[in-house]
């Protein structure tokens, strides 16, 4: 009795196991629901662009296969000196307030147009994001107001690493002046790339940071000036910006000095 009462327990557990196999099975043979990902934020930043309050200023730049936003803006004074391009640092819109948006407004005043370009949202150390970064480079300098006079290139923050490898292997693309804002690489490795490729550059080039910049991209702007003073490099300037990032004050001190190094380049 005792046996035949054994093998009918373990007969409904086998059962019961058997049945939870299949139901696992046929949860497995279901097809997986499509997961809608968000919208990349480089797509909100065209949103915000094509909300941004004065519609003269958005300008889509570009074919089909590399349109791209910028903020326009044309100089306001009777003598053109030439072109600002203005890249801000990584995961930041054409129209975020800041030191992008102040320079905006003081380099029109200096003869400059300028266009301020919303920098690619994904990490700028991929191939793809460079060939991007290139074909928008390129769509700016086949630009009629980018011929007319010089042309200053502004790259803040991460932006600059990307880019500058660009100008390095795309001697086509060219500037009169370079001025880099808060630059820092994300490794070490790339920090020193960073230092080398601007010392192979012959393009005038002013290396600003803040006081108040994390201690890494101090650390790195330290080091860039170092390698600059040992090989003598004439054209490499770099000055530390006294004040806090937020202040209006410091934008408007940054943008000063930006003036008064371009005039010791003979362009005023």
């Not at 730049?61 to 349109?67: P, V």
Request: aromatic share 6%; net charge neutral.
């Amino acid at each position: 009795m005792f046996k035949a009462l054994v093998l009918l327990c373990l007969s409904v557990l086998s059962l019961q196991l058997s049945a939870a196999i299949n139901n696992d099975n046929e949860k497995n043979n279901i097809a997986s629901p499509v997961i809608a990902f968000p919208m990349s934020q480089q797509r909100l930043f065209d949103q915000d662009l094509t909300k941004y309050s004065d519609t003269s200023e958005v300008a889509w730049l570009g074919d089909k296969d590399n349109r791209f936003l910028t903020l326009w803006r044309e100089q306001t004074t009777g003598h053109v000196v030439g072109t600002s391009w203005l890249f801000g640092d990584t995961y930041t819109s054409a129209n975020s307030p800041g030191i992008i948006q102040t320079l905006r407004n003081q380099l029109s005043n200096k003869g400059l147009h300028s266009y301020s370009v919303s920098p690619l949202s994904q990490a700028l150390n991929s191939t793809q994001s460079e060939e991007r970064l290139l074909a928008q480079l390129q769509i700016l300098q086949e630009k009629v107001v980018s011929q007319e006079g010089k042309r200053l290139m502004v790259l803040q923050g991460a932006n600059s690493q990307a880019i500058i490898n660009i100008l390095i292997h795309n001697p086509d693309i060219y500037v009169d002046a370079i001025v880099l804002i808060s630059t820092n690489s994300p490794t070490a490795a790339l920090s020193t790339q960073l230092s080398k490729q601007l010392l192979e550059l012959k393009t005038p080039i002013l290396d600003l940071y803040r006081k108040t910049d994390e201690l890494a991209v101090i650390e790195q702007a330290k080091i860039r000036n170092t390698a600059a003073k040992r090989v003598n490099k004439s054209n490499y300037r770099q000055v530390e910006v006294i004040g806090l990032q937020g202040q209006l004050e410091t934008q408007i001190t940054t943008s000063q000095i930006i003036y008064g190094w371009l005039v010791t380049q003979d362009w005023y």
